[in-house]
């Protein structure tokens, strides 16, 4: 059994900051890939930023300069990071992992957390 469990949502003004995390807890082998998506009213689910075992970072367009992802493998957790809000970061925010259970498979499955409420609004 794994599970995902964020914090750090909440209102904020525009331009104002946010520190999301998640932490993983449970059968762990080894996390891999971590990261962020996010989901609007009406739109559909987009990844946000990623970030390999070894820290390689990947952002959406519309957060560079702005958010930044980073991860404490001794944690087991990943941060999101959120600077210079804007109306339209609004969204519930989901982190994910993908997790091997065991040492003797390759196989990874990916895990997600329960999402936390993110509103940008004066």
């Known amino acids: 059994q794994v599970q995902l469990v964020e914090s750090g949502g909440g209102l904020v003004q525009p331009g104002g900051s946010l520190r999301l995390s998640c932490a993983a807890s449970?059968?762990?082998?080894?996390?891999?890939?971590m990261g962020w998506y996010r989901q609007a009213p009406g739109k559909q689910r987009e990844l946000v930023a990623a970030?390999?075992?070894?820290?390689?970072?990947t952002y959406a367009d519309s957060v560079k300069g702005r958010f930044t992802i980073s991860r404490d493998n001794v944690k087991n957790t990943v941060y999101l990071q959120m600077n210079s809000l804007k109306p339209e970061d609004t969204a519930v925010y989901y982190c994910?992992?993908?997790?091997?259970?065991?040492?003797?498979?390759?196989?990874?499955?990916?895990?997600w957390g329960q999402g936390t409420q993110v509103t940008v609004s004066s």
């Open positions: 449970g059968s762990i082998f080894v996390i891999n890939g």
């Open positions: 994910y992992a993908k997790i091997r259970r065991v040492s003797w498979s390759l196989s990874e499955d990916v895990y």
């Open positions: 970030v390999t075992r070894d820290d390689t970072r």
